[in-house]
């Protein structure tokens, strides 16, 4: 019962702060929200008895990602980018990304109702889990069948840093 309305709650939560992170002008505060987001989910992943994917959740994403994400933002300065492009331009790219977003939020029904609602059962049990232990089965997925997406995680992230750099040091020469 407890854990029923806690999850709720949680759910509510990261909601309303993925709302916060779509529609908060200011991107320091949409990575605030976008903190609360993480940190919430590791609530429900410690509710789904997921301890170690609760705390890798908080150390890597919430603290050091987030981290790097305030730093690119505030080297990016934000603000005065978009004081000089303008607020036209973004007509396209808002009509898109609506279009974009209602996709997907389409395709995340269809696979909800074709696998909550219905009620499959996945691989992982929480007994095999139990056995096997957190740590084991998330170091084994990671590196054997989910290698290519982390490497392409990793190739993404780095290419995001770099362009940030490249970014920030062509606004410097200028």
């Not at 232990?133 to 840093?161: H, M, N, R, W």
């Amino acid at each position: 019962m407890l854990e029923g309305l806690l999850f709720i709650i949680m759910g509510t939560i990261i909601i309303i702060c993925a709302g916060g992170v779509v529609f908060q002008k200011n991107p320091i505060y949409s990575a605030i929200f976008l903190i609360q987001t993480m940190v919430s989910l590791a609530v429900l992943y410690v509710l789904l008895h997921a301890q170690f994917i609760a705390a890798v959740q908080v150390m890597v994403y919430a603290g050091a990602v987030m981290v790097l994400f305030v730093f690119v933002i505030m080297l990016l300065n934000v603000d005065k980018i978009e004081e000089e492009m303008g607020k036209d331009r973004l007509i396209f790219q808002k009509a898109t990304a609506l279009f974009i977003g209602l996709v997907l939020f389409a395709v995340v029904g269809i696979v909800m109702v074709r696998s909550v609602i219905q009620g499959t059962k996945g691989e992982y049990t929480p007994e095999k889990i139990s056995e096997i232990g957190d740590t084991q089965l998330v170091g084994k997925l990671l590196f054997t069948d989910y290698i290519l997406p982390f490497e392409i995680a990793s190739i993404l992230l780095f290419a995001a840093i770099v362009g940030a750099i490249i970014l920030t040091k062509k606004g410097l020469k200028e």
